[in-house]
């Protein structure tokens, strides 16, 4: 698969908003969720949202209440507003999509290439 990734800004000051994006690219597969996961350096990466095809919607303790994820199956795209941002929310920011081939029932795993948002005190 290939991503293409956005930011609405990638600086931005504490209590801010930014919107990141991306477009998943591929033939033959179909999404079972798609996510949102962030990483600062020396730590695990963490998941921060999920909207899956079934429905559901999924956020990290930190995100809730502040960030919501958007979808849009059909054109394989994907948001994550972002709406009071802290400093702690400081990371790489990573799009990824959990997705089956054919008639497998296999989950697969790829990840956008990662976008770096900083939000200053």
């Known amino acids: 698969l290939r991503f293409s990734c956005g930011v609405g800004g990638g600086l931005v000051q504490a209590g801010g908003s930014l919107r990141l994006s991306c477009t998943i690219s591929?033939?033959?597969?179909?999404?079972?969720?798609m996510n949102w996961y962030r990483q600062t350096p020396g730590k695990e990466r963490e998941w921060v949202a999920r909207?899956?095809?079934?429905?559901?919607?999924g956020y990290a303790d930190s995100a809730l209440g502040r960030f919501t994820i958007t979808a849009n199956y059909a054109k394989r795209t994907t948001a994550l507003h972002m709406m009071s941002l802290k400093p702690e929310d400081s990371a790489v920011y990573y799009c990824?999509?959990?997705?089956?081939?054919?008639?497998?029932?296999?989950?697969?795993?790829?990840w956008g290439q990662g976008t770096l948002v900083t939000v200053s005190s």
């Open positions: 990824n999509v959990k997705y089956r081939r054919g008639f497998s029932t296999y989950e697969y795993d790829s």
């Open positions: 591929g033939t033959r597969f179909s999404i079972n969720s």
């Open positions: 909207a899956s095809t079934d429905g559901t919607i």
